[in-house]
């Protein structure tokens, strides 16, 4: 599928300009919606304030969600990434529990951003956090991180969705992925190509997942899979750092996106009727939850 290269554009002109991602991203938000630069960003504060509170709560014990299906997992990640003995390393594992719990503050009807969407509003907070905390980035880099991951989202959804029920859960998951990426890339001092690199390789891994919710629930596998979204993002973000670039530019796995979202059967877009959702247990789990499959 073919779409105007829209990415490269904001790329091209940021390396240009010899300025990050968000300066161009804000700019052009600023001259959009004629409002102040100064207002912009401290409402992108105010979110801020709201994920990273969901992050401190979210991996806190005695979490339940409405239906009870999840609970302290967040929690239990987190205390196993502090023991030492996390295979993936301390860094990833925490970030993957915190994206977990700001999952969980979400399904216990807690104030999360949905960013992209409420499930899967965990990705982009624990990534952003964690990594500015590897790299001492203060809040203002977050901040401007924040922008960038709009700038794609945006693009995103303009283009594709953000929607499980439009497109599967490549359109949420995949995309707070790729924006987490790019994001944590521009935090750690990359340059605007290596975020769109870290962007692409990003969605490409999760290019194809579909939204198969058990029960119709935002929560299973919606919580775990906020948690490998932040894995995830973390990785393409080391590997764009690292010099690795995607062969396939960004603006076309999002074309790609669309494509597969077009092709992707209803019965595999949020409505529960085949995947996960149709398993033996999940629909066991329904039963006793509603009574009723
Ligand atoms: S499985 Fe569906 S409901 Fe759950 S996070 Fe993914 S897109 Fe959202």
Redesign the pocket.
Same mark, same amino acid.
């Given at each position: 599928m073919i779409i105007r290269p829209v990415f490269a554009e904001l790329v091209e002109e940021a390396e240009k300009r010899g300025c990050p991602l968000s300066e161009i991203i804000l700019e052009r938000e600023e001259r959009e919606h004629a409002v102040p630069r100064r207002e912009l960003w401290d409402k992108m504060r105010d979110y801020w304030q709201t994920m990273s509170q969901a992050v401190m709560e979210g991996v806190q014990a005695g979490k339940k969600s409405l239906s009870g299906l999840i609970g302290d997992e967040a929690f239990q990640l987190k205390k196993y990434a502090e023991s030492g003995s996390a295979l993936g390393g301390r860094t990833t594992t925490l970030a993957a529990a915190r994206a977990m719990g700001v999952g969980t503050v979400s399904v216990s009807m807690g104030k999360i951003v949905a960013a992209p969407?409420a499930?899967?509003c965990g990705i982009l907070p624990a990534v952003l956090l964690t990594a500015a905390e590897q790299t001492g980035a203060g809040e203002d880099r977050i901040i401007g991180g924040l922008f960038t991951a709009a700038g794609i989202g945006r693009i995103i959804d303009d283009t594709v969705s953000t929607s499980?029920a439009s497109a599967? /859960?490549q359109?949420?998951?995949g995309a707070a992925s790729c924006m987490a990426a790019a994001a944590a890339v521009e935090i750690a001092g990359g340059t605007p190509a290596q975020a769109a690199h870290a962007g692409a390789i990003a969605l490409k891994s999760i290019l194809g997942?579909v939204?198969?919710?058990v029960a119709g629930l935002?929560e299973i596998? /919606?919580i775990k899979?906020?948690a490998m979204g932040a894995a995830n993002a973390l990785l393409a973000a080391d590997m764009a750092m690292a010099g690795i670039e995607s062969r396939i530019p960004i603006d076309e796995v999002i074309g790609a996106m669309k494509e597969i979202g077009d092709l992707m059967p209803g019965s595999l877009r949020?409505t529960a009727q085949a995947g996960l959702a149709n398993t033996p247990t999940a629909r066991a789990i329904e039963r006793q939850i509603f009574g009723t499959e």
């Open positions: 969407t499930g899967s499980g599967g /859960c359109a949420e998951c997942l939204c198969d919710p935002v596998p /919606c899979r906020n949020e």
